[in-house]
């Protein structure tokens, strides 16, 4: 068994640590069952992470993913998607406890809870992780295009006024992504998932803002079609694919049950973890279907046929330029958060790795106390100062090599959204629940995995459509605006 002064020295290391079956004495103020510090998160807090992950720059590209669908196919799809994506979520916050829901072992990570339902090391689990990590750093490449676009667009609307138009105001999107590189890494020290509540809700109430920016703006023009985009505007095949790759956008913003279970485990309880979470889930998806069907309905109404993939960039006149200014430099401190929210389980995954690698290392494992006037004494890790400064380097990199903001969202939405939402959230419900095969409820719930299944496939052809036509005009690290 831990002692208490080990925890309490490695909580910070700790966070997504397998599950260790520890139990301290039932009654501890301090300590939760399993050693660790007495968690603290509420369904509020937990609402925020989620409401921080889910509401993010994938909000502006509805309107152009409703474009596509129409005014009946769009919203339902929406609607649907949401249905889903909170019915597995609910499966999903069942399986943070292995065994019994009050008691069983906790799971830390996404991959433990994979780990423990489905067993071993086997090709799925490793699947099921390629997937998930891939999925993450993917979106961190998609926040980081997304921040550099913001910035550009409040330089863009000021240099645009300011010639009265005349100017077309191109500008490089490099150093706008090396700017939001530099934020990244100086706020991916925060050691912790459970440190990030206050960025969490910070970020949250930057979406919204936004996204009522966005919706407000909508509100003034009404066009649009019953079916989507004419086939007049685009080629009969170019609709096809286009509507395809809307699915993956609207896949995309759903895309948070990769870090569900690392958000759980912020959570105290009693209540059951998994009751909590499936109230903040609850409360979180509705808030964000309603602002996505004002948003996509809105914007779709204000620009018809010409939707564009992010909502801001679309009014054209610029005339409500301060405003617009406020809406895009939301957008930009809440992807500083969202950057973090879906980072820091990579981020833990390789410490906790190297740690266990390397048990003996100062470099890995040492915490050096630095002192801030004015504030508490900050820990500094140096491997998690280098690792962290790489990892975001990297993305920023990759970011400025391949800046197909709505491609990548589409892409991203697809690949993640069957195997990480549905499927493995299926099949580690049927294992912890024991649900007899061929039983209704097996069935019934095989059925929607094969049912998403096809519809990944198809927003996946989709997006990868869309990349190839991009990259026939695109020159590297060229790319202006």
Not at 107 to 131: E, F, P, R, W
Not at 132 to 152: C, D, E
Not at 295 to 321: E, H, K, Q, V
Not at 438 to 450: A, D, E, G, R
Request: proline share 4%; net charge positive; aromatic share 12%.
């Amino acid at each position: 068994m831990v002692e208490n002064d080990d925890a309490i020295k490695n909580h910070h290391h700790q966070t997504f640590d397998v599950s260790l079956d520890m139990h301290q004495q039932e009654g501890s103020k301090c300590f939760d069952d399993d050693g660790r510090l007495k968690r603290s998160g509420t369904v509020w807090t937990a609402s925020a992470h989620i409401i921080t992950a889910v509401i993010g720059s994938g909000v502006l590209s509805l309107a152009w993913a409703i474009a596509q669908l129409g005014w009946i196919a769009g919203p339902a799809v929406m609607i649907l998607f949401s249905l889903v994506t909170y019915y597995t979520s609910t499966l999903l916050s069942a399986c943070y406890r292995t065994g019994d829901p009050v008691t069983g072992k906790r799971n830390y990570t996404y991959m433990d809870a994979v780990h423990s339902n489905l067993g071993g090391n086997g090709i799925k689990v490793k699947l099921c992780g390629l997937v998930q990590y891939v999925n993450l750093v993917g979106v961190a490449i998609g926040y980081t295009i997304a921040s550099a676009i913001s910035m550009m667009a409040i330089v863009k609307v000021n240099c645009f006024t300011k010639s009265g138009g005349k100017d077309p105001c191109h500008m490089n999107s490099n150093i706008y992504m090396i700017s939001f590189g530099v934020v990244e890494i100086i706020v991916s020290q925060i050691p912790d998932f459970d440190q990030l509540w206050w960025l969490s809700i910070v970020a949250a109430v930057m979406s919204f803002t936004y996204s009522i920016i966005g919706l407000g703006l909508g509100v003034a023009k009404v066009i649009g079609s019953l079916a989507g985009i004419s086939v007049g505007s685009v080629t009969q095949t170019q609709k096809v694919w286009r509507s395809f790759q809307a699915l993956g956008d609207i896949a995309f913003a759903y895309s948070y049950s990769m870090i569900l279970i690392e958000i759980q485990d912020t959570v105290k309880s009693p209540p059951s973890e998994s009751k909590t979470m499936k109230k903040a889930t609850f409360i979180s998806v509705a808030v964000t279907t309603l602002f996505y069907m004002l948003c996509g309905a809105f914007g779709y109404a204000a620009f018809g046929d010409s939707s564009p993939g992010n909502l801001l960039t679309g009014f054209g006149n610029y005339n409500p330029f301060r405003l617009l200014d406020i809406a895009n430099a939301a957008i930009v401190i809440h992807l500083t958060g969202a950057y973090q929210v879906y980072c820091q389980p990579v981020f833990s995954f390789v410490e906790k790795n190297a740690a266990k690698r390397f048990p003996d290392s100062d470099f890995v494992n040492k915490d050096i106390e630095v002192s801030i006037p004015g504030f508490p004494s900050y820990k500094l890790n140096l491997f998690r100062l280098v690792w962290r400064t790489i990892f975001v380097i990297v993305t920023t990199l990759i970011s400025m090599l391949l800046p197909f903001f709505n491609d990548i969202v589409g892409l991203l939405g697809a690949l993640g959204f069957w195997p990480l939402t549905v499927y493995i959230p299926v099949e580690m419900y049927i294992v912890q629940k024991r649900i007899p095969k061929w039983s209704p409820k097996w069935i019934c719930l095989h059925m929607l995995s094969i049912a998403c299944l096809i519809i990944t496939i198809a927003a996946t052809a989709g997006s990868i459509a869309s990349i190839v036509i991009d990259l026939q005009t695109y020159k590297p690290f060229k790319t202006s605006y």
